[in-house]
């Protein structure tokens, strides 16, 4: 607040906790008003300690210019807001007031200080304009703890809201803004990506029964009896087969030897020590890697390839698959700056930042993303509720034809080329998106195959 020789009008309205929000609005509209007042120097809104009745308390400062504007601005704003405020709040709102001279300042709670408590810039105002901070210096409560951790999901007109829905229905629409200034309303683009891209991996690969699986009883399954009595009668039933085919003279029951064994993969049978059903083994010789560029065979040793062989085969292949869908969040963050590239060499005289490129595609992939997860979504609800087959497939194809679509609207929206260009452009875009998908993905599995 700046020095001057008028007078300090100080208001402090005693609030229900109910009714607090409401009563902020009406007092920040009154600070937009009364700072347009020539009368008015400055004026400041800050919050103490509730009082003995659990009420809250705002106070607001008005510096005067003088004394011979006190009577006609007490009489005129502070007195319409007052008796705006009776009349919709009644007993739920109690208004004091006094006037002070700047030295008398000192007298205020510490609380009650003027200067912002997190960067000490001085208040004009509910929120600093420096950094940004409410003016309130009380504890926040736990219900302000779960709004600012989920503000963002729970208000309708929350930054989330208003960027899926340009994101969703107006192809490009959100890129181009974004590149003309108009920021603060959406949501930042890579905490949008994070966002959505976490969503999409806990929607389609999080199963509660097997992470949680603590939480749930256990499903009755056959008893250790009854997987006797099958892997008795399977061996029987083969074992019936061989005695058949040896009668008709197909195979030779001097040179046959047979040894039987019933797991989760159904029935094996070994015929001369090499189990049948078996789609290959791990015999690999130096001559399945001569071919390799030298960086590659020097990495891809016929003892680590043997080893992830065994490794694989031991779980067929899950504890690989696993690890794949742990790389793969990384891989789609290494292909969003190398698709930026390819835009870059496509639009030569776009005059764009690279970064401009790389934004377009953060955006898409968000689009992505987000499409992917409502597809999954389709389907599970579909099941569930005992929709036709048909109905949920159909939906999903046409959403892989919008998300086609869309990527094409959006380049014509942000680069504002012709149909017959961007087509043509679109077309490169997408083989080469292949393509590098295609890399990241075998790339994501290698380091997968090598960390089993």
Not at 178 to 188: D, E
Request: aromatic share 10%.
């Amino acid at each position: 607040m700046t020095s001057h020789s008028g007078p300090i009008y100080e208001v402090t309205f005693f609030v229900a906790p109910d009714i607090a929000e409401d009563c902020e609005g009406r007092i920040e509209e009154h600070v937009r008003h009364v700072l347009q007042d020539p009368a008015v120097a400055d004026c400041i809104v800050f919050a103490r300690d509730p009082d003995d009745q659990g009420r809250l308390q705002q106070v607001c400062l008005h510096s005067l210019t003088g004394d011979d504007v006190l009577d006609d601005f007490m009489d005129g704003p502070c007195s319409e807001l007052e008796a705006q405020l009776t009349a919709e709040f009644g007993e739920q709102i109690e208004i004091r007031a006094r006037i002070l001279r700047e030295d008398q300042l000192a007298t205020l709670m510490p609380e009650a200080s003027p200067n912002c408590l997190n960067c000490g810039a001085r208040l004009k105002g509910q929120y600093c304009g420096t950094c940004g901070q409410r003016s309130r210096s009380r504890l926040i409560s736990l219900w302000e703890l779960i709004s600012d951790a989920f503000g963002d999901l729970l208000e309708i007109d929350s930054r989330l809201w208003q960027t899926l829905l340009p994101l969703l229905i107006r192809p490009g629409r959100l890129t181009a803004d974004y590149l003309q200034g108009k920021r603060a309303r959406f949501m930042p683009p890579f905490r949008m990506y994070l966002v959505l891209s976490l969503l999409f991996f806990i929607v389609a690969f999080f199963d509660p029964r097997e992470e949680l699986g603590l939480l749930f009883e256990p499903e009755s399954g056959v008893t250790t009896e009854e997987e006797a009595a099958a892997t008795s009668d399977a061996a029987e039933e083969a074992q019936e087969v061989i005695d058949e085919l040896t009668e008709q003279g197909i195979i030779d029951e001097d040179e046959f030897a047979t040894e039987f064994r019933v797991d989760e993969n159904g029935l094996r049978f070994t015929i001369d020590g090499e189990t049948a059903d078996e789609d290959g083994n791990c015999d690999i010789d130096q001559s399945d890697v001569e071919d390799l560029p030298g960086w590659l065979a020097r990495r891809l040793t016929v003892e680590r390839m043997q080893r992830i062989c065994e490794r694989t085969q031991v779980d067929d292949g899950r504890a690989l698959v696993d690890k794949l869908l742990d790389n793969i969040p990384a891989a789609l963050i290494i292909l969003l700056p190398l698709m930026a590239f390819v835009l870059k060499a496509l639009y030569p005289l776009s005059k764009r930042y690279y970064v401009e490129h790389l934004l377009f595609f953060v955006h898409f992939h968000s689009f992505f993303f987000l499409m992917l997860t409502l597809q999954i979504l389709m389907i599970r609800v579909g099941f569930a509720v005992g929709m036709p087959e048909a109905i949920p497939i159909v939906i999903v194809v046409v959403l892989s034809f919008y998300v086609a679509a869309y990527l094409f609207v959006s380049m014509r929206r942000v680069y504002g080329q012709g149909r017959i260009i961007t087509f043509l452009k679109y077309i490169a875009l997408l083989i080469a998106y292949t393509f590098g998908f295609m890399m990241t993905m075998l790339a994501a599995l290698a380091i997968a195959a090598f960390s089993i």
